[in-house]
């Protein structure tokens, strides 16, 4: 029922796959590497990311049998929870410096648990929540969606990347060879928006490695098939069916259009994924 009038709400629900249809139109037909409007929050938060990315090199996975979950990531979260507050607070004008509170909450959420030392689509989401409330607040502005995607949702990308294989956190509620991906959903609604009415990359272009070589890092949804072919073996119809399948449908805007179904039936409707989602001011429920 709780799930029900999330959705329906204009305030948490609808606000929030607003924000994210918002983030894909501004990204829609873009390269990564495009010109695009990099303000001062943008370059703040790239810097925070960036520096945060540094912690992991200071903070090595410790020895241990077990493939997955590293505890050495429990230290480097606790650095997060013990720094970030200052980061956060760095971003905000000083009359919004009370708002840390608020906003930190899905910073943190944001780079997965540390008691369970796992990652998923909610924690992604969390990072969305975030920049949704710096929008809240009035720093970025709708000329900035390009640069929080092709900017700031890429370094938050390949920082998850990095944790995700240094302390080989463990998938939260992914489904497995029937997922889209273990633990993203995001590059790909916003990777199918960059591909709309591309003249020659079409769905089924993911299987021309030539292709994913040379514009996996301009492609979001290109970098995460690619991602995906190198950490599991075999050929893609057989670790990825999902994938697979949605390479035969005919068009990007297809693609895209069916992506953001999906995401509010296989992430915003999922209780186990949504019970941890946190209200307050900003996203109210």
Known sequence: MDIDKFQQSETSGKLFLGFVVALSEAIKGHKISDACREGRIVKLLVGILEKMSKWIDDIPPRQQAARYGNPA?????????????????????????????????????SCGNSSRID???GHEANFAAFLLCLARLGLVDEGDYQALVARVFVTYLDLMRKLQMTYWLEPAGSHGVWGLDDYHFLPFIFGAAQLTDHKYMKPKSVHNQDILDNFSKEYLYLGCVDFVKKVKKGPLAEHSPMIDDISGVASWNKVHGGMLKMYKVEVLEKVPIMQHFLFGSLIRW
């Open 119 to 121: 990652y998923g689509t």
């Open 73 to 109: 990531f429990r230290d480097w979260h606790a650095q997060l929870n013990h720094q970030g507050p200052a980061l956060i607070q760095e971003i905000l004008p000083e009359e919004l410096h009370p708002a840390v509170v608020e906003v930190f909450p899905y910073f943190a959420d």
